[in-house]
């Protein structure tokens, strides 16, 4: 079992950087990704990678703007934002997946999630 549990949420300004971090027990995935959902919108893939070899995916309305990067030592998933918009105002989640996902795959693949964290980005 793999509990998942995100942090670095909150509200800032336009343009400002958050990074959010996700802390992952035990090693039972290899998948590891970033979701958001907005209000009355559907949760959508931000960013993902393999743990052992890096970030394999970006959505284009972040690319540019946030990085994704694992610290293999302490089992911490991190999502650096920077250069905020409001369109990036979400809850934002980790997930995990016992499998290597590098194609679009389905929410129910996703085997662990975190609670999520707030994102408010005002203009």
């Known amino acids: 079992q793999v509990q998942l549990v995100e942090s670095g949420g909150g509200l800032v300004q336009a343009g400002d950087s958050l990074r959010l971090s996700c802390a992952a027990s035990?090693?039972?995935?290899?998948?590891m990704a970033w979701f958001r959902q907005a209000p009355g919108q559907e949760r959508e893939l931000v960013a993902r990678?393999?743990?052992?070899?890096?970030?394999?995916y970006y959505a284009d309305s972040v690319k540019g703007r946030f990085t994704t990067s694992r610290d293999t030592d302490k089992n911490t998933l991190h999502l650096q934002m920077n250069n905020l918009k409001p369109e990036d105002t979400a809850v934002y989640y980790c997930a995990a997946a016992r499998r290597g996902i590098i194609t679009p795959a389905p929410l129910k693949d996703w085997d662990y999630w975190g609670q999520g964290t707030q994102v408010t980005v005002s203009s």
């Open positions: 035990g090693r039972a995935f290899r998948t």
């Open positions: 990678l393999i743990w052992t070899s890096g970030p394999t």
